[in-house]
């Protein structure tokens, strides 16, 4: 589901790492539900709308869009329609009758998620520098073999690099790397006789050692043989006659392969091409040795075969150990994953919320609110002034507010100490409330005034600077501003601020399990469970969570 959401977001050129956005759906408390994909699509500002319609209905929505079987057909999965064809292709493969599931997105040019455009800048850049390594690679094997060796041994070169590529896949895909266009080569319905035969005991050739590890090794030591090694050497001919030798070594494992396919697995469309490789090969190299191009008795040093031995050992180790690798990082992966998915459950986190220390977060008559007061969810953070995870903090939970505006608001609460409205002129807290209470509060854009203020304070921290963009204009040491400082410090001690930042969540301290970015991914779930148990308060008939769309 995930791989299908993300290639959708693609397809409409949304800016967002594929895996991160795999990611994102994978830890969600509710995956692989449709709940996983809205929250999603939601934290990352993306409009959608999502309905049951009927067969009918379905027929008048424009491509793109994701359609999934009705709830009754427990085997659907999510597909993703981007042409007529698709659509006629799901209704017969899922004998879908009538109803159905749909969700489209609207395109966006830019995600606000700062955390989602930093993971989308660094996939962008891997590629960047996965794409320099293969044009690096390619030159690097191709070069020599164009200055030095006879063009007769270019068509065993090209069948290397495609052996190499295909052994790839195969790996990569037993290792749990998917690649749409592999996919779709392998099976239409993504049930491919490949996932079978690679993860099947007949596979495997010495204990862990699979026919995937073989292949990819096998063909990475030709194009290393070819394309390295026959450009700097005299001993072309040994070479060969080791390659020659491989390649008839082979081919009883082509037999094998393909009586495994025909008899007792499916076809894999990834095994017969690496086969077809394999005899390809094996035919070049009969007609060398019919020619004498090959010589069969020209191995007259023990180097060669020494030599080859060592590196088809080397290049078997490295494959080896690059697979364990990767497995080991996927489970450590999928083990995080699965621990994200119990954290990022909004009924675990008000559970643990609910049993931390709740504090009196009754609003002042006069408060540095950013947002609709009457938005569900109250974040209050209590800050210093001239703390540098205070503006850290600060950014956090603005992004948190800018990408749910109507469900949270954000109210700030300043550490001042009564040395430090003594004089408003010199102080930083006193000139900050008195400018807000002077100049900002009751205006029109007193949420976005307000937001303006306190991020222009924590861009500069100096006073000084601070004044020459916001000049004072009106008295700022008169009894009300102390009034309002007082109530900002009385409250912290009242609160026991020990150390800023501070957050609460409607009243209760932000359990320690959590970071305030936690909250990007619960705030959808949150807001569900406020509205809920409001309608619960009022007698109202809660909305079941398995009817939200």
Known sequence: MEQVVSRYLKLLKIPVSSSHCERMLQSHAEYPSMLSITDTLERLGISYQAARLAREEIEEVAFPYLLHPDREKRNGSWVLITSESDYTE?????????????????????????????????????????????????????????????????????????????????????????????????????????????????????????????????????????????????????????????????????????????????????????????????????????????????????????????????????????????????????????????KNSPFVFVHLLKQQRSVDTTPFEKELLIGNREAPIKILMAASLGCGPCKSGFEKVMNIFHLYPEKVHVSIRFSIKRVEYDNSATSPGAYILGYWLKNIHGNDNESEETEQLIRDWYSLMNLDEFKKRYPKQENLEDDEVKDLCNKHRDWIEEAEIAGTPTFFVDGYSLPNQFRINDLLTLIPGLSFENHRQMNVQNNDIPVSEKEIV
């Open 90 to 342: 799901f209704f017969d493969s899922t004998e879908q009758e009538s109803d159905a599931y749909i969700l489209q997105a609207e395109p966006v040019e830019a995600i606000q998620d700062e955390e989602v455009q930093k993971q989308y800048q660094n996939e962008t850049y891997r590629r960047i520098v996965v794409a320099i390594s293969l044009i690096s690679i390619t030159g690097l094997f191709l070069l020599p073999l164009a200055q030095v060796v006879d063009w007769m041994f270019v068509p065993l070169m090209l069948l290397s690099l495609c052996g190499v590529t295909t052994g790839y896949f195969l790996f990569a895909r037993e290792l749990g790397v998917k690649y749409p266009a592999v996919e779709a080569l392998c099976s239409k319905d993504g049930s491919s006789g490949c996932g079978r035969l690679l993860q099947s005991e007949d596979a495997q050739i010495f204990g862990r050692w699979t026919f995937s590890d073989a292949a990819f090794s096998y063909f990475l030591f030709q194009l290393i043989v070819l394309g390295l090694l026959l450009p700097i050497t005299d001993l072309v001919s040994p070479f060969l006659t080791v390659l020659f030798l491989m390649s008839m070594l082979a081919l009883p494992v082509v037999g094998y392969s393909l009586y495994l396919q025909a008899v007792r697995m499916q076809w894999c469309r990834l095994c017969l091409i690496v086969d077809g490789i394999l005899l390809t090969q094996a035919a070049l190299f009969a007609q060398f040795v019919s020619t004498g191009t090959v010589l069969l008795d020209g191995m007259d040093s023990w180097i060669v075969p020494a030599s080859s031995l060592i590196l088809f050992g080397l290049i078997v180790s490295l494959v080896i150990l690059v697979k364990l690798y990767v497995e080991g990082a996927n489970r450590s992966s999928q083990r995080e994953t699965n621990a994200l998915r119990v």
